[in-house]
């Protein structure tokens, strides 16, 4: 029989496993089908990148604030604004250029590429931390690259789905993967320097970078001309409005099931879990929206996930995962989609 201390971990162990891979997987797809997939009789495109930026913001602002009255916490700002307002821009480009990437590259190959985040968040850290990296972190980082390469290089030749609509560009999407890698970079290795210089909390960073975040990209669909676009669009279509509505609320979710997983098993078991998200993911998107792989493909997203399960595996001394950990890249910071 059990201990009932093994069972209660046993238990605490799969409530954090499903609530990461359930929200994170449910991310993934609607990401994709926002973005890729038409709406209604007419076959209409949604385009509002900023829109859903918005949305995902302002829900994750409200349940930050939340907490923080909950918990008794004081609202006022620990760091001067301009901090906040630093990481809500970087945040607010990393998620653009996610959303947008979708237009040009197919989910699998955004998910993949992801993991070459090892290599920015490595160089950011060298130059704002002033961190020091051993020889295994950048044969692991040269691993992935390679990995990623080859899954974006050599995509299968009849990857031709219902949903595309000559809207294909991988060099133009590779181009926003590319800017995407670097202000995700940026963006968690600056937050990681804010909790450690001004001794700041999770929901207060969250709440104030949100609220900035809220205003920025608010601020940009009124200069767009882009707000009232939007909000006709989902009027229109009723189950874009649920999905994007559902986006935020698991976003946001998700959140809290990746500061309990950090908080309750630590780096190994986060890493290990995030891992297998994004394989589920891919394998998902490849079902659910008919992307075939190359053979080529298949050989990088084995080298990819080969070397990050072996990272994972062969790390024997516990730690705390930072934002700034080359194995995550910043997965555990701000709801910014990089999920």
Request: proline share 3%.
């Amino acid at each position: 029989m059990a201990e009932p201390g093994k069972e209660k971990r046993f238990w605490n162990c799969a409530f954090a496993i499903s609530g990461i891979m359930i929200t994170l997987v449910i991310y993934g797809v609607l990401q994709e089908k926002i973005m890729r997939v038409p709406y209604g009789k007419n076959k209409e495109l949604f385009r509002y990148s900023l829109f859903l930026v918005f949305c995902n913001r302002i829900t994750t602002c409200a349940v930050s604030a939340g907490a923080l009255l909950a918990s008794k916490k004081a609202l006022d700002p620990v760091a001067p604004i301009y901090n906040y307002v630093a990481v809500s821009i970087s945040n607010i480009l990393t998620t653009t250029c996610q959303y947008e990437a979708l237009k040009y590259v197919s989910f699998p190959v955004q998910t993949l590429a992801k993991c070459a985040k090892m290599i920015p968040v490595m160089v950011w850290g060298t130059l704002i931390m002033q961190k020091r990296y051993y020889g295994k972190d950048y044969l692991l980082a040269v691993l992935v690259t390679l990995g990623c390469s080859l899954f974006i290089l050599y995509p299968a030749s009849t990857d031709i789905s219902p949903y595309n609509s000559g809207r294909e560009s991988t060099v133009w999407g590779v181009f926003l993967m590319m800017g995407y890698l670097g202000f995700d970079g940026f963006t968690s290795t600056f937050q990681d320097k804010l909790f450690k210089g001004y001794d700041m909390e999770i929901h207060n960073q969250i709440f104030y970078t949100t609220l900035c975040s809220c205003i920025l990209s608010f601020t940009g669909l009124i200069i767009q001309g882009h707000l009232l676009l939007a909000i006709d669009f989902v009027f229109r279509h009723q189950d874009c409005l649920f999905d994007i509505a559902l986006l935020s609320t698991v976003a946001t979710a998700s959140q809290f099931f990746i500061s309990y997983t950090i908080r309750t098993f630590g780096a190994l078991t986060f890493a290990t879990i995030m891992t297998t998200r994004q394989l589920v993911s891919i394998l998902l998107s490849c079902v659910w929206f008919g992307h075939p792989l190359s053979w080529e493909q298949i050989i990088g997203a084995v080298i990819v996930f080969g070397s990050l399960y072996t990272k994972s595996f062969l790390r024997t001394t516990p730690q705390k995962l930072t934002s700034t950990s080359p194995i995550n890249g910043g997965e555990a910071t701000l709801s910014n989609g990089r999920s």
